[in-house]
């Protein structure tokens, strides 16, 4: 008679591997927050710390004029796959003083992101980026690209060559300062018309979700108006492109050096009615690293994070799996 095995022996080491596991990821989600305050070139940067120190990290870069509510989905997910979670605030979107023009350069504000994770202690990073911090992303992975363990793109800024037609406005001085100002609430007009796409925007307890959120400061209005004024394109460039669309990004553009990225681990997800940031971008990063996986969300803006926000936690849940498993440090 064929032996019967013992159920017990075999089955508890497994069983207490997989408790640990669930452990740990309970852990990290629900971990309090630590919130440090780092100073580098007389600003001072915020950064909003979940879960273990041992990492492995993921830094978190909000788009502008936007806080970590609008990837609270996606920072939830990082923490379920055991991910240590940093948000960083840039000058004037968390704390005063707000960024000055000579210092708000693309190349800059990567190099602030960088000195705040350098002084937190985090050594390598996988970094999620929606809009703006999508394109300081991408400014670190091609400056620092040691540093990068993997990239997770919410419709990027610095791929492509155009923004929306308003971005011209907001360059000009005196306009633009008018536009870029302090504001307690936002407009349900701006928001359907420019920063949703179809599937979200008739959505009206979603919209006024969104308004009550959308506030700027003082320091938040003069840190926008900072990056706008310092990445438009040389004045003899802006010069030719004034009675033509488009162009508003050639100042920082790294879509020359996308190829340079094969290495790094890529995600990349876009609305396709993003009025922003065209989703023709996205085919622009498809064909320049073809390893990256690319999605389109179709009926999708700009808000992406909070319009389909169990799509994008999904394309992030598959990526994590099947992508940087492997990357990640022993338990």
């Not at 591997?17 to 852990?27: A, H, Y």
């Not at 990567?110 to 992303?137: K, N, P, Q, Y």
């Not at 009550?212 to 394109?233: E, F, L, V, Y």
Request: with cysteine; net charge positive.
């Amino acid at each position: 008679m064929r032996p019967v095995a013992n159920l017990n022996s075999v089955s508890t080491p497994l069983f207490l591997t997989r408790l640990g596991e669930v452990w740990r990821r309970v852990r990290s989600i629900v971990a309090p927050m630590k919130e440090a305050i780092v100073e580098h070139g007389g600003y001072r940067i915020r950064v909003r710390t979940r879960g273990p120190a041992r990492g492995p990290h993921a830094i978190v870069l909000p788009g502008m004029a936007d806080t970590e509510f609008t990837l609270a989905a996606q920072i939830h997910e990082l923490r379920r796959h055991g991910y240590t979670t940093h948000v960083i605030e840039l000058p004037g979107f968390g704390l005063t003083p707000a960024l000055r023009k000579e210092s708000a350069h693309f190349p800059q504000l990567a190099d602030l992101v960088l000195s705040a994770a350098d002084r937190i202690g985090v050594e390598r990073a996988v970094i999620l980026g929606h809009s703006l911090g999508g394109g300081i992303a991408l400014h670190i992975a091609v400056r620092r690209p040691a540093f990068v363990a993997g990239l997770i793109l919410l419709a990027p800024a610095a791929v492509g060559r155009s923004l929306l037609w308003t971005y011209k406005l907001f360059c000009l001085p005196l306009v633009g300062r008018a536009l870029l100002r302090p504001k307690r609430s936002g407009s349900r007009r701006y928001l359907r018309y420019f920063l949703l796409g179809s599937k979200r925007r008739d959505d009206e307890v979603f919209v006024e979700r969104l308004v009550r959120r959308d506030r700027h400061s003082a320091a938040m209005a003069r840190s926008m108006r900072a990056i706008c004024w310092a990445n438009q394109p040389s004045r003899w460039r802006r010069l030719l492109l004034l009675a033509t669309p488009g162009g508003e990004q050639l100042g920082y553009t790294l879509r020359e050096q996308v190829a340079t990225l094969r290495d790094i681990p890529t995600l990349v997800l876009w609305g396709s009615e993003d009025r922003v940031i065209s989703a023709l971008d996205a085919a622009i990063f498809r064909a320049a690293n073809p390893g990256a996986d690319v999605r389109v969300a179709p009926g999708v803006g700009h808000l992406l994070p909070l319009e389909v926000a169990d799509w994008v936690t999904g394309h992030i849940a598959r990526f994590i799996t099947h992508r940087l498993q492997e990357l990640r440090p022993a338990a």
